[in-house]
């Protein structure tokens, strides 16, 4: 007897090599077996009210099946193998990198259909590029019509998962500086000052957090001693981080104090994350037409201030990265998924079992917490 009900998170499902990846096939496969175990997909709506009394309106076993981010596959691949199987799906999308297009490009069923030849199925891997010497990741996003499309279809559900989905500066104490380096991801990027030299402090999500913002005077300083300094060519000396860090001990002197920014204020801290959740909530509202009452962290983090605020902007439904099970009596506002990556159907088969339980998945819980 099914005791808890696995919610999956996917990102992926295209052919990079990396463990958010899950390629098409072995996505198929997943709805395979969910198919034969007897499992349905089921909504937002009928896991919360499980939670809360315990009352299931599905006839044997049920999954709730997530994506996180608003990637172009979920688009080309996810939606039609999802409708091919008869199953149910949420969406969260970071709003600010879904692109303007207002027409949906092909996908899998087209392919299915005759329409286009299979090289004709758009590539949803990432491409990288080089800057100033350095290599630059960029994956393939969703349009919002293709997003309209697949929330008038009934089978995914959009929901936000933010704006942004950027880190803060959460620390005063410098770490590095501002330089060339590779970036492989679009969440390296964070809200503050990121000009070549300027500070780099501890970095957090920005929803579980409180921001230091360094003094402009400082950034400024550090920024101009690199133009000053033959910009990119500056950062092959040896003594480069020598250099700026003696500014910074030089600016200390002068200011005749240690501190080098300010921490916001809680009330600061409050209005920027509402902020962030009321644009990323309106946002998918208005693109797709109706109140968003879910919301899924950005990298699964969050405080009880965060919480809070969810709460007040309108959220019934919040989804988190904590693995467990997700039984009657618990809360709709810390909903457990668990990340399907790259391993292969036996793995997926015995973490779907495991988390169909309340007993296993708890005992599972307080073994992996130790280790």
Request: overall charge neutral.
């Amino acid at each position: 007897m099914q005791t808890s009900i696995p919610v999956l998170l996917y990102h992926h499902i295209n052919y990079d090599d990396d463990v958010l990846s899950i390629p098409p096939e072995l996505f198929e496969e997943h709805l395979k077996f969910l198919k034969s175990e007897g499992y349905e997909g089921i909504t937002k709506e009928q896991l919360g009210q499980y939670l809360i009394d315990g009352k299931k309106s599905w006839k044997d076993k049920a999954v709730l099946i997530t994506f996180d981010d608003g990637y172009l596959d979920t688009w080309v691949y996810a939606y039609p193998l999802l409708k091919k199987y008869g199953f149910q799906a949420m969406a969260f999308i970071v709003t600010w990198t879904i692109e303007e297009d207002e027409y949906c490009g092909f996908n899998l069923e087209d392919y299915w259909n005759g329409k286009i030849k299979k090289e004709n199925i758009p590539n949803c891997s990432s491409t990288y590029s080089i800057e100033h010497g350095y290599k630059i990741k960029t994956v393939r996003r969703l349009c919002w019509e293709e997003v309209r499309e697949m929330e008038r279809s009934g089978i995914i559900d959009i929901q936000p998962h933010s704006k942004t989905h950027r880190k803060i500066y959460a620390s005063d104490n410098i770490i590095d500086f501002n330089h060339p380096r590779d970036r492989l991801s679009a969440w390296t990027m964070i809200r503050g000052d990121e000009r070549f030299g300027t500070p780099d402090f501890e970095r957090k999500p920005e929803l579980a957090a409180r921001e230091f913002t360094a003094d402009e005077e400082l950034r400024n300083r550090l920024y101009k001693h690199v133009i000053d300094n033959g910009f990119i060519r500056f950062f092959k000396k040896p003594s480069w981080r020598d250099e700026l860090f003696k500014i910074v001990e030089d600016y200390k002197k002068e200011k005749g104090s240690e501190k080098i920014g300010e921490f916001e204020s809680e009330e600061e801290q409050r209005r920027r994350i509402k902020t962030e959740l009321e644009v990323a909530k309106g946002e998918v509202g208005y693109e797709v037409r109706k109140i968003c009452e879910a919301f899924s962290w950005p990298w699964g983090a969050y405080t009880p201030l965060s919480l809070e605020i969810a709460k007040e902007v309108g959220f019934k439904y919040l989804f988190t990265t904590k693995r467990g099970s997700n039984s009657p009596g618990d809360s709709p506002l810390e909903i457990k998924r668990f990340g399907v990556w790259k391993k292969d159907l036996d793995w997926f088969k015995s973490r779907v079992r495991l988390y169909s339980n309340k007993l296993l998945s708890k005992a599972y819980g307080a073994v992996y917490r130790k280790i």
